[in-house]
Each structure stands twice: as structure tokens, then as C-alpha cells.
């Protein structure tokens, strides 16, 4: 299944370096026009009803999904891991932030 999914991600990738800017157009005006029900309040007489909007969150989903598919996810940087901090370091930052704090603040933090 793995090589399945690896070819399709090759095609895929093939498809939308090929494309050009006429199929593209026509492709995102075609997303653009997918709509979906939903309910809406009439602002004069407020009956609900039944009405095609838009539907933009489709279109950026798929999309989304035909770009991770064709080229893959974006790499993400790993954060580096935090650093261990020493007992004295850790007591020397909370009494630098205690001396910054007035006596009302300390009694809040304390209760």
C-alpha cells in the first residue's frame, strides 16, 4: 500500500506541475462555486430557511488536501528542546521575579 500511495503522490505532483494557468483558473473557479445548504433567518419576516452559500471551507480543504497529496506536507522545524535548568538557576529566577513583585502581588500569587 505505501508504494501505492508513493506513486499516487508522484502523479499527483506530476499533475500540478503541468498545469497551466487556464486549468488552473477553471479549476479554482469550479472550487469557488461549490456551495452547501444551510439554515438562514429571513432579516424581514425571520422564518428560517433552507439556503445554498458558499462553500469556502470545502474549497480550502481540498485544496489543502491536493497540495499535501501532490508535493506532501510543508517540513516543520522541530523546536529545540528546552534546557534543563539547575536548582540554583531556578531559585535564582523566582527570587528575580519575586524582588520585581510589590507585597500585594505576593500575597495574591501566595493565597
Known amino acids: 500500500m505505501a508504494a501505492e500511495e508513493t506513486d499516487l503522490r508522484q502523479r499527483l505532483s506530476t499533475v500540478l506541475d503541468s498545469i ?3 486549468t488552473l483558473r477553471t479549476v479554482v473557479e469550479g472550487i469557488f462555486s461549490l456551495e452547501r445548504l444551510t439554515t438562514a433567518e429571513c432579516p424581514h419576516c425571520h422564518e428560517r430557511a433552507r439556503v445554498l452559500v458558499p462553500d469556502y471551507r470545502g474549497f480550502a480543504q481540498g485544496l489543502s ?15 529545540p528542546a528546552p534546557k534543563e535548568a539547575s536548582k540554583e538557576e531556578l531559585m535564582a529566577a523566582i527570587s528575580e521575579a519575586m524582588a520585581s513583585m510589590s507585597t500585594t502581588d505576593l500575597v495574591r500569587v501566595a493565597r
Request: no cysteine.
Open 20 to 22: 497551466g494557468d487556464d
Open 65 to 79: 488536501a491536493l497540495t499535501d497529496q501532490g508535493k506532501g506536507k510543508a517540513a516543520t522545524a522541530v523546536p
